[in-house]
């Protein structure tokens, strides 16, 4: 019992400092892992070897293989030629250019995940507006929420859809059938919310004049090197969806795409491990390790036990909950460590309802939940604070508040739709 609750202690402060933003969030999950080590919970065997307490290694190589990927890929200018592309293609008119880099967006998330798209095209954005004399706000904070929607689409296109897949054996292709109509209809439906939201931002044309004679393909520096790469990833997309046949867990295919990128790229290690974050990485561990540490005392199976018994067979009911409260929670929590902290406590509420796998709507539910909560405030996920990093070292300050004003909105909408479509994908035509 003095063992569970000074694990808690050590858990609630680490989490406190993370939510709040006290400290570096690396630097808390790290002191809270050391905490753990202190009272004897983690050593070496628990931290990084056992599948129950320990570092889940698929997410980890999963994520760095795609970092890597990404890496190359932005030496390439590609993400530079798809905002010129939106800039020409709308005409001058500031809505249609907002629809255009939503669907960049929407396409390009998915993909690569939806912080590493906002991190590639939330810059040249930027530089897009200024040149043609706009408010960047609409166009950016529309980045944020369009790649925050797409999050649902696929099993790589946000961190939390990683952390609950590996744990609950879902595939890349079950995300497919499952998730992306929902991220479809979303990003539709948003599209004609933003007409809405920003109509006084969108109702003047513009002239193309401020982007002088620069042409989207001038922004390809190396096309060689795109073509390669997209050959690379179009493929690792293909190994990803053939998961079940060629069985491949998705860690391997992206170490191997990322392997074969770098081969056909010819970049030094310096070049492509640059655009690694590896303190996101060190974050992933550290709060693997934390909450092993809670299932190591019982606290977890306790708080899995507790919600399985409310539930019941309420199955309904419990998909309800965890959609609505993962969005709730996740407005003021980043939705990473909310994710991780939550995954081995909807296993025991999944392990007493009549489905397993993909198709259970539990899971369905806190992906849900977990995903499109990050739209609500500007602390809610990882690509909101990097976009509102970048408009603040750009001059372009975007409030919490300015933010927030906006995300909610979008959350709510988006969350009651994603209730209505669980209701009747998994109960009303079940």
């Given at each position: ?344 406590i909807v296993e025991d509420m999944v392990a007493v309802t009549p489905h397993g796998g993909a198709e259970s709507p539990l899971w369905w539910a806190f992906v849900w939940g977990a995903d499109l909560g990050g739209n609500a405030t500007a602390v809610a996920a990882g690509a909101n604070v990097v976009v509102l990093g970048i408009a603040a070292k750009a001059g372009q300050p975007i409030s919490f ?30």
């Amino acid at each position: 019992m003095i063992l569970a609750s000074a694990a808690v202690s050590v858990f609630l402060i680490s989490y406190a400092l993370i939510a709040t933003e006290r400290v570096n969030r690396v630097a808390a999950a790290l002191g809270g892992v050391a905490g753990m080590t202190v009272i004897g919970l983690v050593d070496a065997e628990t931290a990084f070897f056992d599948p129950e307490t320990g570092v889940d290694w698929n997410v980890i190589f999963l994520l760095f293989g795609m970092m890597v990927i990404v890496g190359v890929l932005k030496q390439t200018g590609l993400f530079e030629f798809l905002a010129l592309w939106a800039a020409r293609r709308s005409g001058g008119h500031p809505y249609r250019l907002l629809v255009l880099l939503v669907l960049v967006t929407s396409v390009v998330a998915p993909i690569l995940d939806n912080v590493t798209c906002v991190l590639l095209v939330a810059p040249v954005t930027l530089s897009v507006c200024r040149r043609l004399g706009l408010s960047p706000m609409p166009y950016l904070v529309s980045l944020v929420l369009a790649a925050n929607l797409g999050g649902p689409s696929t099993l790589i296109a946000d961190p939390p859809n990683i952390i609950i897949g590996s744990r609950a054996g879902l595939t890349f292709d079950d995300f497919l059938i499952h998730s992306l109509p929902l991220s479809v209809a979303l990003l539709a439906g948003y599209c004609l919310l933003a007409r809405v939201l920003f109509r006084s931002y969108l109702s003047t044309p513009v002239d193309l004049d401020g982007l002088g004679d620069l042409r989207p393909r001038d922004a390809i520096v190396n096309m060689r090197l795109l073509v390669r790469c997209l050959v690379v990833l179009a493929l690792v997309m293909v190994a990803f969806s053939l998961h079940t046949v060629v069985h491949l867990d998705p860690s391997v295919v992206a170490m191997m795409g990322a392997g074969v990128t770098v081969l056909v790229s010819r970049t030094t290690p310096e070049e492509f491990l640059e655009e690694v974050e590896w303190g996101t990485l060190a974050f992933f561990m550290a709060l693997f390790v934390l909450i092993g540490s809670l299932v190591e005392v019982g606290v977890i199976g306790e708080l899995g036990r507790l919600a399985a018994d409310w539930m019941g067979d309420r199955e309904l009911l419990g998909a309800t909950a965890l959609l609505f409260g993962s969005g709730v929670f996740g407005a003021f929590v980043d939705n990473i460590p909310y994710t991780t902290a939550m995954v081995p406590i909807v296993e025991d509420m999944v392990a007493v309802t009549p489905h397993g796998g993909a198709e259970s709507p539990l899971w369905w539910a806190f992906v849900w939940g977990a995903d499109l909560g990050g739209n609500a405030t500007a602390v809610a996920a990882g690509a909101n604070v990097v976009v509102l990093g970048i408009a603040a070292k750009a001059g372009q300050p975007i409030s919490f508040l300015g933010f927030t004003k906006y995300g909610v909105v979008v959350t709510v909408l988006s969350l009651a739709i994603a209730w209505l479509y669980l209701y009747l994908r998994y109960f009303a035509l079940a």
